[in-house]
């Protein structure tokens, strides 16, 4: 079922609520730093009272003659005070048209534009729409391509009805983390995100974003090689944080993960360290009440392509880990909207699978939380470790790593095939 299908669905039993602001309340969440991702605002108890949450809003602004329309979901209401109730809308993303009059020009059933012409609330009003109406509504949004993104960014506030793939988790769970090694708030919000028409970015569902179709122009002057992999980039957000910058860039698989056979790869220049990470997920193994995950022949072929090049210099910074790989596992099932899970270097993880320990009841390889027995990282372990650079790559080879990444980046193959070869030599 689409992202349209189920949103259709799910508005049919709570409907959509429409709000126009008037141009001083459009004027307070323009200028508002958290307005686009955490919308609140106060109104009598009986404005409230028949909306159905959560569901999907749809948020017209005024700025002179100009109008623009929003997506977000609604969801939570509480009262406030004696009199008032608080509504809380999430994560509004820019529509087209560009108000509620051009999407009643979409409509070419009578029956809806005359509905959607009756429940039109007044500026800096509220109303909630049919059920009919409001899955008619996402049906016609749907259409434009230029709203998947605001679909997806709602769909994703709809309790049960996301069911995100592993490579689209593990890009959220990469960015999430790169954010909290950074040091800064969850919900912080990014400087900039700038995402390309047409693609899937979960960059989407950090911050209010931009769209370009040609990414490359906000980069490809001061990032080597940037303009090779162009193609293939989804997005890009900026943190600032005192006098440091944190870039986060989503892509497609590239031939630097190919490479290396890593999701993540975090490069701190502070520091001078680089840490990589691989996503697996374990399953719910219910007979042993445990989450196990099996390695299979995909598992050792990414453990073959994580080798550094050799170098022959001596080190002079300390790292308690010099190898940059490590293995995140995660449960598949998330309680509270927080996966559990944890990681494992490289050396670790080559140790388990070979452990008698490891073994189950039919002699295949385990590896779970039972059979680790709290022998791992958590999550914060592992973030203050790159944060302090106590572990990961040392500065020499970083920048070594650095430079075989921009020329992978620039496209450069040999390079990819000339280190795969010497691995190839080295295992011989």
């Not at 189920?6 to 602001?21: D, E, G, S, T, Y």
């Not at 109104?43 to 017209?60: D, G, N, V, W």
């Not at 509504?87 to 051009?102: D, E, Y």
């Not at 059979?371 to 790159?386: Q, S, W």
Request: aromatic share 8%; glycine share 6%.
């Amino acid at each position: 079922m689409s992202t349209a299908d189920k949103i259709a669905n799910w508005v049919q039993k709570k409907p959509i609520v429409l709000i126009r602001f008037d141009e001083e309340l459009s004027e307070f969440l323009q200028e508002s730093r958290q307005g686009f991702e955490h919308l609140t605002f106060v109104r009598p108890h009986s404005t409230f009272q028949a909306i159905k949450l959560p569901t999907l809003c749809l948020l017209e602004t005024q700025d002179g003659k100009e109008t623009k329309f929003y997506m977000g979901a609604a969801t939570r209401k509480s009262a406030v005070s004696t009199f008032d109730s608080r509504l809380t809308i999430k994560k509004l993303r820019i529509l087209h048209p560009n108000s509620i009059q051009g999407l009643e020009a979409l409509l070419s059933d009578t029956r809806m534009k005359f509905l959607l012409g009756k429940r039109l609330p007044d500026k800096g009003d509220i109303r909630e729409l049919t059920p009919k109406l409001s899955s008619h509504l996402i049906e016609i949004l749907a259409s434009k391509s230029e709203n998947q993104s605001a679909l997806d960014t709602a769909l994703s506030l709809l309790p049960q009805l996301r069911r995100v793939p592993n490579n689209s988790w593990a890009q959220g769970d990469a960015i999430q983390s790169a954010i909290d090694i950074f040091g800064i708030r969850g919900n912080a919000i990014p400087d900039q995100v700038v995402l390309r028409k047409g693609t899937f970015s979960e960059l989407g569902l950090v911050g209010a974003h931009v769209y370009e179709d040609n990414v490359v122009r906000f980069d490809a002057s001061r990032m080597p090689g940037y303009d090779a992999i162009s193609t293939d980039v989804t997005g890009r957000a900026v943190f600032k944080m005192r006098d440091e910058r944190l870039e986060i860039y989503t892509a497609n698989k590239l031939p630097l993960e190919k490479m290396l056979g890593v999701d993540l790869i975090y490069i701190n220049e502070i520091r001078g360290n680089i840490v990589m990470v691989q996503y697996k997920m374990l399953e719910e193994d219910i007979p042993y009440n445990d989450w196990i995950f099996r390695p299979d022949q995909q598992l050792y072929e990414e453990i073959a392509r994580m080798r550094l090049p050799e170098i022959e210099e001596s080190f002079t910074d300390y790292r308690l880990c010099r190898s940059p790989f490590f293995f995140k596992f995660v449960k598949r099932k998330i309680v509270n909207r927080k996966p559990q899970s944890f990681l494992v270097s490289l050396d670790h993880l080559n140790q388990i699978i070979t452990a008698p320990e490891a073994k189950g009841p039919r002699g295949g390889v385990r590896i779970s939380f039972e059979t680790l027995d709290g022998t791992y990282l958590r999550e914060a372990d592992m973030l203050g470790l790159i944060r302090s650079g106590y572990i990961g790559t040392h500065k020499a080879e970083t920048a070594l790593l650095s430079t075989i990444i921009r020329e992978v980046a620039r496209g450069n193959k040999a390079v990819v095939l000339a280190w795969q070869q010497k691995i190839k030599e080295a295992n011989q």
